[in-house]
C-alpha cells in the first residue's frame, strides 16, 4: 500500500501469509522477498524500491503534462524517495523529458 493509503486501511499481513501459505508452494521464497523489501537492506531491495517510486514518477509527470495542478508538487516530493544515484538519473530524465516524447521519437511525431 502506499503511503495515502497505509493512514485509512488495516492489513492483516498474518493472514494473507497464512492464505498464500495454504495456495502456494512458493509461499516461504515470497514470504523471504517481501521480508527483505521492506527491510530494505540489500542493494536489490534498494532498486525495486526505485523502481516503484519511477514508476509512481512516470505516472506524475504525465499528470503534469495533462495540466494537473497538483501533480508537480507530488513528484517533487516523491522524487525526494530516490536512494540510488542511477534512480536519480532516471528520475531527472523523466522530469525533464515531456511525457508522450517516447512515442513520438519511436514514431516520428515532431511538433
Same mark, same amino acid.
Given at each position: 500500500?502506499n503511503l495515502l493509503q497505509?493512514?485509512?486501511?488495516? !492489513?492483516?499481513? &498474518? ?9 502456494? +508452494? $512458493?509461499? /516461504? #521464497?515470497?514470504?523471504? $522477498?517481501?521480508?527483505?523489501? !521492506?527491510?530494505? #537492506? =540489500? +542493494?536489490?531491495?534498494?532498486? =525495486? &524500491?526505485?523502481?516503484? =517510486? $519511477?514508476?509512481? $514518477?512516470? *505516472?506524475?509527470?504525465?499528470? @503534469?503534462?495533462?495540466?494537473? +495542478? %497538483?501533480? &508537480?508538487?507530488? *513528484? ?12 536519480? #538519473? ?6 525533464? =523529458? ?5 512515442? /513520438? %521519437? %519511436?514514431?516520428? !511525431? @515532431?511538433?
Open positions: 500500500m497505509q493512514i485509512y486501511v488495516s !492489513v492483516d499481513e &498474518k493472514q494473507i501469509w497464512n492464505d498464500i501459505e495454504k495456495l502456494s +508452494p $512458493l509461499a /516461504k #521464497k515470497m514470504y523471504e $522477498l517481501y521480508k527483505e523489501f !521492506v527491510e530494505g #537492506k =540489500t +542493494p536489490e531491495s534498494i532498486l =525495486t &524500491k526505485d523502481a516503484c =517510486t $519511477l514508476e509512481l $514518477l512516470l *505516472f506524475l509527470k504525465e499528470q @503534469h503534462d495533462l495540466g494537473n +495542478p %497538483r501533480a &508537480k508538487e507530488w *513528484f517533487d516530493n516523491a522524487k525526494k524517495w530516490i536512494q540510488t544515484d542511477e534512480g536519480e #538519473k532516471f528520475a531527472d530524465e523523466i522530469e525533464n =523529458t515531456k511525457a508522450d516524447e517516447w512515442w /513520438k %521519437r %519511436r514514431f516520428g !511525431v @515532431h511538433k
